[in-house]
């Protein structure tokens, strides 16, 4: 959600306007690093999942994938439609911690199951992708079964991500960029896309150097997956192995 709000405070989206790159594709540069980011997290999750804490998948990882894919597209597409709109860094984080990681904690059904909560609650939990991603990944862990219900919450989410996807698109506003003309109809069309693929090839390298230069921004990618990973994996348990019990025998039957 920084990404473009820190390219506005900074003066640089003027400088990336002033290119020949088009909104399509700075968006584009700004969405790929996110979602790999964010896709390199969830890897790192489902490694110590089933290497460390031995979590069996009985589901298709053709599923597992796709979800993880579209979700992590999704949740960056929005990050990328706040940080557009707000154009403010502060306001940008805590917009998004109100619009995505609340949501995705107490309503997708990660915490409290969505059955167990008012109906009105639950109506609402079912307005954000996480919900839907998050029954996804119930199924590929713990059934495995249903493929159908696992496409339907796969194109929630997909038409999600291209909802904000579009709404970002449209704030940023900038023309086409102009690709000068070949002979034949062919030969246009493979110079506007070999001429659009470079453009986002290096703009996704500066974003990731941008990312990745920084010590700080390389530990806060890093170490609250694992920490998170750890205390949810070992914490998060309903065993009663430390608890203190008494048996009371009122039928005196011992």
Not at 13 to 25: G, I, R
Request: glycine share 6%.
């Amino acid at each position: 959600s920084l990404v473009i709000a820190r390219e506005c405070e900074r003066g640089t989206l003027h400088a990336l306007f002033a290119t020949p790159a088009s909104s399509l594709e700075i968006l584009l540069s700004k969405l790929i690093p996110c979602a790999g980011i964010a896709l390199l997290g969830f890897f790192l999750c489902l490694f110590m999942a089933i290497g460390l804490f031995e979590v069996p998948l009985r589901g298709s990882i053709f599923w597992l994938l796709a979800t993880a894919l579209l979700y992590s597209t999704a949740a960056a597409a929005l990050g990328l439609f706040i940080s557009a709109k707000v154009k403010s860094q502060f306001l940008a984080t805590e917009i998004s911690i109100m619009a995505s990681f609340l949501p995705t904690m107490m309503l997708s059904g990660f915490l409290f199951d969505l059955r167990s909560v008012p109906v009105w609650i639950e109506w609402i939990g079912r307005l954000f992708p996480p919900s839907y991603a998050l029954q996804s990944l119930k199924i590929c862990f713990l059934s495995g079964g249903n493929e159908s219900e696992l496409a339907m919450n796969a194109l929630v989410v997909a038409l999600s991500a291209v909802f904000f996807l579009m709404l970002t698109l449209r704030l940023l506003g900038k023309r086409p960029a102009k690709v000068e003309l070949k002979e034949t109809v062919l030969q246009n069309a493979i110079a506007r896309l070999r001429a659009s693929l470079n453009r986002i090839a290096a703009l996704v390298e500066k974003e990731l150097i941008a990312t990745l230069r920084d010590k700080g921004a390389r530990i806060v990618l890093i170490v609250p997956v694992i920490l998170q990973s750890v205390i949810f994996g070992y914490g998060a348990s309903f065993n009663l192995d430390r608890v203190p019990w008494v048996l009371l025998d009122e039928s005196h039957s011992s």
